[in-house]
């Protein structure tokens, strides 16, 4: 009767486990990795294993589980109906959903990535490099004489040092483009995200609180080239509030790498550089206020760091990235001076 007993038990949980494991299973592949809705751009290449596949969805937030996702599609047997080409999914479809996706690649349209922090000198060179035209072609396109009917761009201010440019408004995003697309088109597509992204509910922010879009996006301009980090774009956009407030010079190296032409990567900045930027109205070590014009095509996320910046109560006036990359602040000289010896960031760099 014990040895019966036990054998039951046995089954029993057995079968608890194969219910609950199917359960998981089901869950893995019916669920969506997000509860939000994202747009991602997705490639697969001629050749491409569903290992690598598996591995590439997964690096960009659109399956819950490599090893769910590459059993799923040899249970289906769904590897051979995959097709090469570029592919527009979507973070909140479920594994189902994109295995069926990868099905249907897009052949009438190619997808063109442009990175936030780009400036429009990057995005043009980026456009030659991929093969969808001459760099100057996007420079012509972007003339902002072609686009007065948007009115941020026929708002934007003219003063003293800043360019007639576009530059701050290109929105960074990735974009999919009809083959034969011409960069008047991408332009077209750029300013619309803007328009889209800056939001009438951002514009009444900023109207509250007596501000312009242009001060906003030159602020976030400046943001997306110092820090990468979604949390700490508003605490960064926070410490600009607060040195503006005080009168203080805002001291942003990427300003004055803007103001040198020095436009891509990470790079420390010298006493010759600054030297060498004195002169400009970009360098804000010299001349206090926000610079003339925006020094980059900034994302959503750093737009909306500053229409809404954070952690202004903390006072902060200082921030710096250790040799990890993680961003410090600080509410007085001396406490930056000291956390730059506490993590190793000697003269200026690591």
Same mark, same amino acid.
């Given at each position: 009767?014990?040895?019966?007993?036990?054998?039951?038990?046995?089954? *029993?949980?057995?079968?608890?486990?194969?219910?609950?494991?199917?359960?998981?299973?089901?869950?893995?592949?019916?669920?969506?990795?997000?509860?939000?809705?994202?747009?991602?751009?997705?490639?697969?290449?001629?050749?491409?294993?569903?290992?690598?596949?598996?591995?590439?969805?997964?690096?960009?937030?659109?399956?819950?589980?490599? =090893?769910?996702? =590459?059993?799923?599609?040899?249970?289906?047997?769904?590897?051979?109906?995959? /097709?090469? *080409?570029?592919?527009?999914?979507?973070?909140?479809?479920?594994?189902?959903?994109?295995?069926?996706?990868?099905?249907?690649?897009?052949?009438?349209?190619?997808?063109?990535?442009?990175?936030e922090g780009y400036t429009i000198g990057r995005t043009a060179a980026k456009w030659e490099a991929e093969g969808h035209g001459?760099?100057?072609?996007?420079?012509?396109?972007?003339?902002?004489?072609?686009?007065?009917?948007?009115?941020?761009?026929? /708002?934007?201010?003219?003063?003293? *040092?800043?360019?007639?440019?576009?530059?701050?408004?290109?929105?960074? =995003?990735?974009?999919?483009?009809?083959?034969?697309?011409?960069?008047?088109?991408?332009?077209?597509?750029?300013?619309?995200?803007? /328009?889209?992204?800056?939001?009438?509910?951002?514009?009444?922010?900023?109207?509250?609180?007596?501000?312009?879009?242009?001060?906003?996006?030159?602020?976030?301009?400046?943001?997306?080239?110092e820090v990468q980090s979604d949390p700490n774009r508003a605490i960064v956009c926070g410490v600009y509030y607060n040195r503006?407030?005080?009168?203080?010079?805002?001291?942003?190296?990427?300003?004055?790498?803007?103001?040198?032409?020095?436009?891509?990567?990470?790079?420390?900045?010298?006493?010759?550089?600054?030297?060498?930027?004195?002169?400009?109205?970009?360098?804000?070590?010299?001349?206090? *206020?926000?610079?003339?014009?925006?020094?980059?095509?900034?994302?959503?996320?750093?737009?909306?760091?500053?229409?809404?910046?954070?952690?202004?109560?903390?006072?902060?006036?200082?921030?710096?990235?250790?040799?990890?990359?993680?961003?410090?602040?600080?509410?007085?000289?001396?406490?930056?001076?000291?956390?730059?010896? /506490?993590?190793?960031?000697?003269?200026?760099?690591?």
């Amino acid at each position: 009767m014990k040895v019966l007993v036990s054998f039951i038990v046995v089954i *029993g949980l057995l079968a608890f486990g194969a219910n609950y494991g199917y359960a998981w299973y089901n869950d893995q592949t019916t669920q969506p990795a997000s509860d939000t809705s994202q747009k991602v751009a997705f490639k697969v290449t001629s050749g491409e294993s569903t290992t690598e596949i598996a591995d590439d969805l997964y690096a960009k937030g659109l399956i819950r589980s490599r =090893e769910v996702f =590459e059993l799923y599609v040899r249970l289906n047997g769904l590897a051979p109906s995959f /097709q090469a *080409g570029d592919y527009q999914l979507d973070k909140h479809e479920s594994m189902r959903q994109i295995t069926q996706d990868l099905q249907h690649a897009r052949t009438d349209q190619v997808s063109f990535t442009i990175p936030e922090g780009y400036t429009i000198g990057r995005t043009a060179a980026k456009w030659e490099a991929e093969g969808h035209g001459p760099a100057q072609g996007y420079l012509d396109a972007a003339n902002p004489a072609n686009w007065q009917s948007y009115d941020f761009v026929a /708002q934007r201010p003219q003063v003293a *040092g800043r360019a007639d440019s576009l530059e701050g408004y290109l929105t960074p =995003e990735t974009y999919f483009l009809n083959k034969g697309a011409t960069a008047k088109d991408l332009v077209k597509a750029q300013l619309d995200q803007f /328009q889209k992204v800056f939001t009438d509910q951002l514009r009444g922010t900023v109207k509250a609180h007596s501000q312009t879009i242009d001060q906003i996006v030159i602020m976030a301009s400046m943001v997306d080239r110092e820090v990468q980090s979604d949390p700490n774009r508003a605490i960064v956009c926070g410490v600009y509030y607060n040195r503006l407030d005080i009168h203080n010079a805002l001291d942003v190296d990427a300003t004055v790498l803007y103001a040198l032409g020095r436009t891509s990567g990470a790079q420390n900045l010298t006493k010759e550089d600054l030297a060498a930027a004195a002169d400009s109205p970009y360098d804000t070590y010299t001349h206090p *206020g926000l610079p003339p014009g925006p020094i980059s095509n900034p994302g959503a996320a750093a737009l909306n760091a500053c229409v809404n910046p954070q952690q202004r109560d903390q006072h902060y006036l200082f921030y710096f990235a250790d040799c990890q990359g993680k961003t410090h602040f600080a509410k007085s000289e001396a406490e930056f001076e000291s956390q730059l010896k /506490q993590y190793g960031v000697v003269g200026n760099g690591c």
